[in-house]
């Protein structure tokens, strides 16, 4: 396998990472919060990205596949309390709007990025942490094998998901599989059932059904599906919709919202400890 890494201009600034012998590649643009913005399979674009919205820094992105930490989805007023200290935390966290390092693995598999605290963390988060994404491009397949280190001297706690955006061609054509048979509406935050709630895919929902070990995507319209495949405890979903674009989001997360508040399926590290979250995206083309 001949894999390569380097610096384009066009159509946007970018880090473009590409499997030579196949033609498969992604984009990747680490200064807006470790991005990726394209993932090219069989010579099909796999992401959605809103590129006229990427292209206004003060907008938040609609597309490729944002970063969800500390937290996932919002906290009420988005703030918490910890030890007596008030903190505020917007939806999903910071580390979709910060600049992350990129390298090639020593390995040559594909490529990590990385972020650490800064000042403007600690101001909203009190802890001081590394995370770190190893991110491989295979056959027909994402992998994407993510790490939090709590390099602080206390207990840490956080929640942890990504938010793909995939592109479709017709919400009529979608189907999803694999889902549990209740779910949250998270746009009310009451229990539902799923089934009720994916036919109403073109009037927009946001659902978190789980814990599930593979979610399937199927664009009947195009012949294709996306498989999501991940492990405990990054095995909730999550389904997004926000017609009229043209996309699904497919999301693994590892906690509910309010989680920081409630405790509910809230990762805790001690100090030095260290979590692996593993988790992939399969493509597939069918007849």
């Known amino acids: 396998m001949t894999l390569k890494l380097f610096q384009k201009e066009l159509p ?13 590649s992604l984009r990747i643009v680490p200064e807006r919060g470790g991005l990726i913005t394209s993932w090219i399979c069989n010579g099909r674009e796999i992401l959605y990205l809103d590129e006229l919205r990427f292209q206004d820094p003060l907008k938040s992105v ?29 939806q999903h966290g910071f580390a979709r709007d910060l600049s992350w390092k990129l390298d090639v693995l020593e390995d040559q598999s594909g490529v990590i990025l990385s972020l650490k605290n800064n000042d403007l963390t600690l101001a909203s ?8 994404m190893e991110v491989r491009l295979k056959v027909n397949k994402l992998d994407i094998l993510s790490r939090v280190i709590n390099n602080s001297t206390d207990l840490m706690p956080f929640s942890f998901g990504l938010h793909p955006y995939f592109s479709i061609k017709d919400f009529s054509y979608v189907r999803i599989e694999g889902l549990t048979k209740e779910c949250i509406n998270q746009k009310d935050m009451i229990n539902s059932n799923t089934y009720f709630e994916l036919e109403r895919l073109a009037d927009g929902i946001d659902i978190l059904a789980g814990p599930t070990p593979s979610t399937i995507l199927f664009d009947l319209l195009d012949k294709v599906s996306i498989e999501m495949k991940s492990q405990e405890p990054l095995d909730l979903t999550v389904i997004w919709t926000d017609p009229p674009r043209k996309m699904v989001c497919l999301e693994p997360w590892t906690s509910p919202r309010n989680a920081l508040i409630n405790g509910e399926r809230t990762i805790i590290l001690q100090p030095g400890e260290i979590k692996v979250l593993n988790c992939q995206f399969i493509f597939n083309q069918f007849k």
């Open 12 to 24: 946007y600034k970018h880090w473009e990472y590409s499997n030579l012998d196949t033609g498969d």
């Open 62 to 90: 609609r597309g490729g596949i944002p970063v969800l930490f500390p937290i996932c989805g919002d906290l009420p007023n988005n703030k918490f309390f910890l030890n007596h200290n008030e903190y505020f935390l917007k």
């Open 125 to 132: 988060y009190p802890f001081e942490f590394t995370l770190e």
